[in-house]
């Protein structure tokens, strides 16, 4: 296989990634470097999309039907559509530390709780 550089990291704190579209190999990069969400092909190659402009850079990211829910570092999730890229919805969640989702809904879970979101 090859290797091939698609995104230089700051202070080495690691990009978060989540595939946003299997069939066509997209995937959302948030940088480190301005708080983007950038979306790149599997092959390394720019997807041409408008960028995703996060409060904060996530610390992980689930795709859940048109939607990608973000977890941001300072407590807060954030909810942006994978139409047109913009955020939708902030929603404060303390001590939030993951996302999963599936087509219809997204899970978040604290040291405390876990919580749905039905997204449509």
């Keep these: 296989g090859e290797v091939k550089d698609i995104l230089v990291t700051v202070d080495g704190v690691v990009p978060c990634i989540e595939v946003t579209d299997r069939p066509t190999g997209e995937m959302l990069l948030s940088s480190n470097i301005s708080n983007l969400g950038i979306f790149y092909h599997f092959d390394g190659h720019n997807a041409n999309k408008t960028q995703i402009q996060w409060t904060r850079s996530p610390v992980a990211m689930a795709t859940c039907s048109n939607y990608v ?15 047109d890229q913009k955020v939708i919805q902030t929603v404060p969640f303390p001590g939030v530390a993951c996302v999963g989702a599936d087509e219809r809904s997204a899970v978040v879970a604290s040291e405390y709780k876990v919580m749905m979101l039905r997204l449509s």
């Design 69 to 83: 829910v973000g977890v941001l570092p300072n407590d807060t999730l954030e909810i942006s559509t994978l139409l």
